[in-house]
């Protein structure tokens, strides 16, 4: 079963708009981690936010965590057109003494127009 | 370049035939982890590794098998090939579990399909 969900699952818009994209998830986390991955190629690591952590910001990638909620968003701003991809969140209940268990949502499929 | 390499990226089965996808890291990462990928599902985890010598079953552990005799390689092996086991296959690796800032360094994926 999947663990993450994404919202929404595609989302279009200009070169220059915000993309937000929303990850809803079940269980207790160690951590949380969004990926992209371009057509058909691998997945890019892009952030890591704690449990403990509310909010993580690289360059114009911003995410925000609510464990409360069990959710977390991702934002990126001022979009391009290279930034064309499918993004997904991942969940991480792993801890050292059993080891890291990844769980994927299926992504948002995100098209910026120049 | 440092990184994680699969091979082949892409192959064609028949059924009931049995293959070996290789996955090699040269980072000296101590976990590392195996993934399908099929439309609708996102990625799925099939075995995990958090060092040499152990290994243990993810999500969709059925019809594939994993050994960890190196810390640099992480083969999957098909056993007898079905059609349900056509997908991407992604293999993936930190250098701690659970990852540190960088998270998990991903492969460019085998792509296979079984008739």
């Given at each position: 079963?999947?663990?993450?969900?994404?919202?929404?699952?595609?989302?279009?818009?200009?070169e220059?708009?915000?993309?937000?994209?929303?990850?809803?998830?079940?269980?207790?986390?160690?951590?949380l981690?969004?990926?992209?991955?371009?057509?058909?190629?691998?997945?890019?690591?892009?952030?890591?936010?704690?449990?403990?952590?509310?909010?993580?910001?690289?360059?114009?990638?911003?995410v925000?965590?609510?464990?409360?909620?069990?959710?977390?968003s991702?934002?990126?701003?001022?979009?391009r057109?290279?930034?064309?991809?499918?993004?997904?969140c991942?969940?991480d209940?792993?801890?050292?003494t059993?080891?890291?268990?990844?769980?994927?949502?299926?992504?948002?499929?995100?098209?910026?127009?120049? | 370049n440092?990184?994680?390499?699969?091979?082949?990226?892409?192959?064609?089965?028949?059924?009931?035939?049995?293959m070996?996808l290789?996955?090699?890291?040269?980072?000296?990462?101590?976990?590392?982890?195996?993934?399908?990928?099929?439309?609708?599902?996102g990625?799925?985890?099939?075995?995990?590794?958090?060092?040499?010598?152990i290994?243990?079953?993810?999500?969709?552990?059925?019809?594939?098998?994993?050994?960890?005799?190196?810390?640099?390689?992480?083969?999957?092996?098909?056993?007898?090939?079905?059609?349900?086991?056509?997908?991407?296959?992604?293999?993936?690796?930190?250098?701690?579990?659970?990852?540190?800032?960088?998270?998990?360094?991903?492969?460019?994926?085998?792509?296979?399909?079984?008739?």
């Amino acid at each position: 079963s999947q663990q993450g969900e994404e919202d929404p699952q595609a989302l279009s818009i200009q070169e220059g708009e915000n993309a937000t994209m929303n990850c809803s998830y079940k269980t207790s986390i160690n951590n949380l981690q969004w990926y992209r991955q371009n057509s058909g190629r691998g997945l890019v690591h892009l952030i890591l936010i704690r449990s403990n952590e509310r909010e993580k910001h690289s360059g114009r990638l911003r995410v925000t965590l609510d464990t409360s909620k069990k959710s977390s968003s991702l934002l990126i701003t001022a979009s391009r057109a290279a930034d064309t991809a499918s993004y997904f969140c991942a969940t991480d209940a792993g801890w050292e003494t059993s080891g890291s268990r990844l769980t994927f949502g299926e992504g948002t499929q995100l098209t910026v127009n120049p | 370049n440092a990184g994680v390499t699969q091979t082949p990226k892409f192959q064609v089965l028949k059924t009931g035939q049995s293959m070996t996808l290789q996955c090699a890291q040269d980072m000296n990462h101590e976990y590392m982890s195996w993934y399908r990928q099929d439309p609708g599902m996102g990625l799925r985890l099939i075995h995990y590794s958090v060092g040499a010598g152990i290994t243990d079953q993810g999500e969709v552990p059925n019809g594939y098998n994993v050994s960890r005799s190196t810390t640099e390689d992480f083969p999957l092996r098909l056993l007898s090939a079905a059609p349900s086991q056509t997908s991407v296959y992604f293999c993936a690796s930190s250098y701690s579990s659970p990852p540190g800032h960088y998270g998990y360094t991903f492969g460019s994926g085998t792509r296979l399909t079984v008739v």
